[in-house]
């Protein structure tokens, strides 16, 4: 008897073989065959041996493999199969990691779906998803070839099991991540009735907006509208303009918000320029399970500031407007649409806003592909309005706006963002995300500023799970921006860049974290390079609750168009350019430990930090005297402000918070506090250990103190807002100047020895549930009608009032 096998290179076979179920018939059928005739050619192959066929020690080493082999497939293949979903909400989780016990498996894609080959009878099938409890059981495939099992994940309840996505660019519970983070969730946004973000994002411990300018830490002062060493984003996307790299808030989308993640420390490793200081990631929503309609209306009052002479209205001036959003799932597609109407009298003369603002956010999950996915998001505001610059006095002119200072701006704003995903069914995720960002100016009575400028970003990502100890993440991105402006000229820049993370679980309860990016920048004709930044960082776990970690962190920032080249004078105050201009690196490290806290169904998280950041070459506005080449006398035209490279600065402090959410006392309690001391040091002025005014950084806060509590009894919501600041240690010199400070803000010096003595701000909040889809409210801000100042020449609103209705259907 003959065997002969025949190996062909193509075959007619009667499958598809791109599916993988036709790929495991054809493997069922193929070991049966061979199961079925082994009996056969067990007992026939001695003889063919015997007959000189094959030498003896050859076709011993057969049957021994042919045995082993068929040994190893008496178990035949099973395909388990099915759909990974929320418990509750019924939406489809991506991603989630199913696995056959503690061996690496497959994850779900865009649609929740997912397929595990294995084999055996008795099962054991272990499903995780971040923010979720591990879900397992134990499959009986019996004599089934298939089993179906769709699994409902429970979300995990402690505030330590929160979902991030920002800290390394995939998703993880918040005990896990190797930086500070806090999370702003929607809720607390519409209970204050936020008209703007800042609004909220101020309220965060450690975070300071001195007009408008963000800072973390004391990382930032105030750079006169100009740069920003915190990144913003919207949906994983830089928001900040092309041609001054500064932040608009009243364009940022309240109205469809799903949670806003905060990172404290140098993070240019993932997120390039602009993110040494820190990153706040602004995560808008998608549909649930069943569409949602929402709309807010609300109308405010300015009440009387406390110094009578500082009224100028004949009656209250007040703001009102109303914001709306809808989310419905149709089919494969994810839609998403909103809109903001607002209109502001302002309680400051010659200070006035109206705008308009919709946006829209569509979703496609491939019917055809599994794991792709595809959509826009689209967002677009109309707005009028004219800003507080310079006060007329620091008396009955306090509120009352210099006529100097006085520019009426009408401008238009909108971003068109086209992506792709696609979830591969080994862990493998691609992205490819794209922003178009559009900004015009007009002045109407001072044509010399009008500008516009055209941002255009991409980024290419690369996210791979290897099992369940190792994450990886890398990319490239690139920025082009162009601008248009009499202001500062005509500029256009570019930038790219490669970047690479990868987070290892070495042995349990133990993440390490390796980071690096490389960046090139261009403006113009001027080529710079970042150098290549680094970041590392560990989390460990050496109890059940409590959660230890370190990062360090290297950052940079590329100087803006604005403040190399804005050539304007404001009253009698003049900027002056600085084409020779360098960008700005430091560092960031931290050390620090998050202790759960569990008081019955209340549970939270206490949080200590201890960091220390570094700049060199860092960018501050300096008061001086720049007098062309050409002038040998320099007169009043030549004096005023310039960004410069002023040297290094060192900021180290320390950072405690309570958060937590559940029960306490029967009632529902939610909790958010924190405080914040901060030395920052200029290191270019005085000696290492001098504790001097002047050595400290300007327009800093040694002390903050901000909370937040919220009480649910029955259909009532209770919430009760403090913020703390000491005192400002130092400012520019030249407002204190009896001379050139009288001129610039009159009244500023001695306003300014009186009033700089730290202040509290406190609010208040009511709302109660009219029916089960309508909530009225009220909001009084500003409890006390304290009279506080941010930048020079600034005061704050006084108290005010906001009425607000709610539904939600």
């Known amino acids: 008897m003959q065997y002969i096998i025949i190996f062909k290179k193509k075959a007619n076979l009667p499958y598809d073989l791109k599916s993988q179920a036709a790929k495991n018939e054809v493997f069922r059928s193929v070991f049966r065959s061979i199961l079925v005739n082994w009996t056969e050619f067990s007992c026939s192959f001695p003889k063919f041996v015997a007959d000189g066929g094959l030498p003896m020690k050859r076709s011993i080493l057969i049957i021994l493999l042919l045995t082993i082999f068929s040994a190893s497939y008496s178990q035949e293949p099973l395909v388990i199969k099915g759909m990974i979903t929320d418990s509750v909400s019924g939406e489809p989780l991506i991603g989630a990691s199913i696995s056959v016990g503690e061996k690496s498996g497959t994850i779900s894609d865009t649609g929740g779906h997912y397929i595990l080959v294995t084999a055996g009878k008795v099962i054991s099938v272990i499903c995780r998803y971040v923010g979720y409890q591990p879900f397992r059981q134990t499959v009986y495939a019996g004599s089934r070839d298939t089993v179906i099992l769709n699994v409902k994940m429970v979300r995990s309840v402690t505030v330590l099991d929160e979902i991030v996505v920002s800290a390394s660019r995939y998703e993880q519970k918040l005990s896990e991540v190797m930086v500070s983070l806090d999370i702003i969730k929607p809720e607390r946004i519409s209970h204050n009735s936020i008209t703007s973000l800042d609004q ?79 990153v706040f990631n602004i995560r808008t929503a998608y549909p649930a399970s069943e569409p949602e309609t929402y709309l807010n209306t609300f109308l405010g009052i300015y009440l009387d500031p406390g110094r009578g002479e500082m009224v100028w209205w004949d009656k209250q001036p007040v703001w009102a407007g109303a914001q709306f959003s809808h989310a419905r799932k149709i089919g494969q597609l994810d839609l998403v649409a909103g809109g903001n109407l607002f209109k502001d009298q302002g309680y400051r003369e010659n200070e006035n806003q109206q705008r308009g603002r919709l946006n829209l956010k569509l979703n496609y999950r491939s019917r055809k592909i599994k794991g792709l996915s595809y959509g826009v998001n689209m967002n677009s505001m109309l707005v009028e309005k004219i800003d507080f610059l310079m006060w007329q006095d620091a008396d009955s002119g306090a509120l009352r706006q210099n006529p100097q200072a006085i520019s009426a701006l009408n401008g238009g704003r909108a971003n068109v963002d086209p992506y792709v995903m696609y979830h591969g069914n080994q862990g493998a995720r691609h992205s490819l995300k794209t922003r178009f960002f559009h900004i015009k100016n007009n002045f109407p009575e001072a044509t010399d500023k009008n500008n516009r400028s055209n941002l255009m970003f991409g980024e290419y990502q690369y996210y791979m799970k290897f099992g369940e100890r190792f994450d990886f993440t890398g990319g490239l991105s690139a ?11 005509n500029h256009s820049s570019f930038n790219n860049a490669i970047f690479a993370q990868g987070d290892a679980k070495p042995v349990k309860k133990l993440n390490l974290a390796f980071g690096v990016r490389f960046e090139r920048y261009k403006l113009d004709r001027q080529v710079e390079y970042s150098n290549p930044v680094l970041r590392a960082g560990l989390n460990s776990q050496p109890f059940k609750y409590t959660y230890l970690r370190a990062s360090f962190g290297q950052g940079y920032r590329f100087p803006s168009v604005a403040e190399k080249y804005t050539a304007t004078s404001v009253g009698a105050m003049n900027i002056f350019p600085n084409p020779d201009l360098q960008s700005e690196r430091g560092w960031s490290a931290e050390l620090g430990v998050k202790q759960g806290v569990r008081l019955g169904e209340w549970n939270g998280y206490i949080d200590l930090a201890a960091f220390w950041t570094q700049y060199h070459d860092m960018i501050e506005f300096n008061f001086g005297v720049y007098k062309p080449d050409t002038v040998d006398f320099p007169t009043l035209e030549h004096v005023g402000f310039k960004a410069l490279n002023v040297g290094n600065a060192r900021i180290t402090g320390f950072e405690t918070t309570l958060a937590g959410a559940g029960k306490l006392f029967i009632l529902p309690v939610t909790i958010m506090a924190g405080y914040t001391y901060i030395n920052p040091v200029d290191l270019n002025v005085g000696e290492a250990g001098d504790t001097t005014e002047n050595q400290y950084l300007k327009y800093r806060y040694k002390h903050s103190v901000k909370g937040d509590l919220e009480i649910s009894p029955g259909r009532f919501t209770l919430g009760y807002t403090i913020i703390y600041n000491s005192r400002m240690e130092n400012i520019d010199e030249v407002f204190l100047s009896p001379l050139i400070g009288e001129l610039i803000l009159p009244g500023f010096p001695d306003y300014w020895a009186q009033h700089n003595n730290g202040h509290t701000l406190m609010n208040a909040r009511i709302l109660y549930d009219v029916t089960a889809f309508m909530n009225a409210g009220l909001v009084l ?29």
Do not use: C, H
């Open 200 to 278: 909220i994002i101020l309220q965060t411990p450690g975070v300071e907006i001195l007009d408008g300018q963000p800072g973390i830490r004391g990382g930032a002062g105030y750079s006169y509208g100009a740069g920003s060493r915190v990144l913003v984003l919207m949906d994983d996307l830089p928001i900040l303009t092309g041609d001054a790299g500064d932040v608009k808030w009243d364009y940022l989308p309240v109205e469809n918000i799903a949670q806003i993640e905060i990172i404290k420390g140098a993070s240019s490793v993932l997120y390039g320029s602009s993110a040494l200081n820190g």
């Open 479 to 489: 920025t082009w921006s162009g601008t248009v402006a009499e202001l500062y000229g």
């Open 781 to 809: 801000q500003n409890l006390t009608n304290k009279e506080y100042m941010g930048r020079p020449g600034d005061i704050r609103p006084p108290r005010n009032i906001t009425f607000q209705l709610t539904f939600r259907f």
